[in-house]
């Protein structure tokens, strides 16, 4: 009975842990910008393009480094997400 309850743990635990990272990653990105006078609305659109490409670069390279070694696919995928995004 315990067997099954240590993955959902996990999901939990990892959930929160994002939920805390990426409440202090926008609040530190929003302090920095305003020190530098740029506009929260600027700040918000790069957080969120930023947030939305990161994902797939990062599986995507992933992807390359152990499946395969031909080609650059990942490039493809991270311009296609940012303009679906757009």
């Excluded at 743990?9 to 990272?21: D, I, P, R």
Aim: hydrophobic letters at 50%; glycine letters at 10%; charged letters at 10%.
């Amino acid at each position: 009975m315990v067997e099954p309850l240590i993955p959902v743990v996990w999901f939990v635990g990892s959930l929160g842990v994002l939920l805390v990272a990426s409440d202090a990653f926008t609040s530190a990105a929003e302090q920095i910008g305003l020190a530098f006078g740029i506009s929260p609305f600027i700040i918000g659109v790069t957080i969120v393009a930023g947030g939305t490409s990161l994902p797939e670069l990062t599986a995507s390279l992933l992807e390359r480094s152990s499946l395969t070694r031909e080609g650059d696919q990942h490039r493809p995928t991270v311009v296609g997400s940012t303009a679906q995004t757009l």
